[in-house]
């Protein structure tokens, strides 16, 4: 079959062309390619399904159901992708599961072991053991090589940090000081200029000066040079 606007031909030995000027319309229970198919109108079948096209919406694939998903495999797994009630799902299983990767359609949130995330990023894993959450950089041959684990806020950046040389450090913003929070309680600060404050009591030991309580003359002070006020505290095995 074959016009100037509308044709099924043979264009050569190997591939088939299906055109028209408005659109084509197969209505059928199933159709089925022994081969490769291009919509772009080229001739270059570089894969099963290849489009090509200037329009940046390439394919819609739309379910009237609340769930819809797409099916990707081997010989072994399945991978899915799937659209389920304004979250995004990418894994082995179909629709929104705690196994899967989620993306709140929303929100953007990013959840691993959860569908609703209660943050930007939340990570779960529900079982009866300890979990672990791996930040890995793998290199050994440097002693220099690190990792850091960074958490900003606003021009604020705390760090946690691994160094190859067995050093692991924590670091805060120059300036600000460190807490140590029990239900919300700061049990212990560690202060910018590095005093400590363990329970409301001062432990501080800075220039080898070692003050425990404040620096009234009644508290009990330690110091490794001259001074007017010297304590000193010996402890012994019998």
């Given at each position: 079959?074959?016009?100037?606007?509308?044709?099924?031909?043979?264009?050569?030995?190997?591939?088939?062309?299906?055109?028209?000027?408005?659109?084509?319309?197969?209505?059928?229970?199933?159709?089925?390619?022994n081969g490769n198919v291009d919509v772009s109108g080229t001739t270059?079948?570089?894969?099963?399904?290849?489009?090509?096209?200037?329009?940046?919406?390439?394919?819609?694939?739309?379910?009237?159901?609340?769930?819809?998903?797409?099916?990707?495999?081997?010989?072994?797994?399945?991978?899915?992708?799937?659209?389920?009630?304004?979250?995004?799902?990418?894994?082995?299983?179909?629709?929104?599961?705690?196994?899967?990767?989620?993306?709140?359609?929303?929100?953007?949130?990013?959840?691993?072991?959860?569908?609703?995330?209660?943050?930007?990023?939340?990570?779960?894993?529900?079982?009866?053991?300890?979990?672990?959450?791996?930040?890995?950089?793998?290199?050994?041959?440097?002693?220099?090589?690190?990792?850091?684990?960074?958490?900003?806020?606003?021009?604020?950046?705390?760090?946690?940090?691994?160094?190859?040389?067995?050093?692991?450090?924590?670091?805060?913003?120059?300036?600000?000081?460190?807490?140590?929070?029990d239900g919300g309680t700061t049990n212990m600060t560690i202060e910018?200029?590095?005093?400590?404050?363990?329970?409301?009591?001062?432990?501080?030991?800075?220039?080898?000066?070692?003050?425990?309580?404040?620096?009234?003359?009644?508290?009990?002070?330690?110091?490794?040079?001259?001074?007017?006020?010297?304590?000193?505290?010996?402890?012994?095995?019998?």
């Amino acid at each position: 079959f074959y016009d100037a606007s509308q044709r099924i031909a043979a264009s050569s030995a190997t591939v088939m062309t299906i055109a028209a000027t408005d659109e084509i319309d197969l209505a059928a229970t199933a159709l089925d390619f022994n081969g490769n198919v291009d919509v772009s109108g080229t001739t270059t079948l570089n894969a099963k399904l290849t489009v090509t096209s200037a329009s940046e919406e390439l394919a819609d694939f739309y379910s009237t159901d609340t769930d819809a998903y797409i099916r990707l495999r081997d010989s072994n797994d399945s991978l899915y992708i799937s659209s389920d009630n304004g979250v995004a799902s990418f894994g082995g299983s179909t629709g929104a599961t705690a196994t899967n990767l989620n993306v709140s359609l929303t929100s953007g949130a990013v959840g691993i072991g959860t569908i609703s995330p209660s943050g930007t990023f939340d990570a779960q894993n529900n079982q009866n053991n300890t979990s672990h959450f791996y930040f890995r950089n793998t290199d050994t041959t440097d002693t220099s090589s690190r990792s850091y684990l960074n958490i900003i806020s606003g021009d604020r950046t705390f760090q946690l940090g691994a160094i190859n040389a067995d050093h692991a450090y924590i670091n805060a913003p120059s300036g600000a000081n460190l807490y140590f929070q029990d239900g919300g309680t700061t049990n212990m600060t560690i202060e910018a200029d590095g005093t400590v404050n363990v329970g409301g009591d001062w432990l501080d030991v800075a220039d080898g000066v070692t003050t425990i309580g404040g620096t009234d003359t009644s508290q009990l002070r330690f110091l490794n040079g001259a001074g007017a006020l010297r304590a000193f505290l010996t402890l012994a095995t019998a």
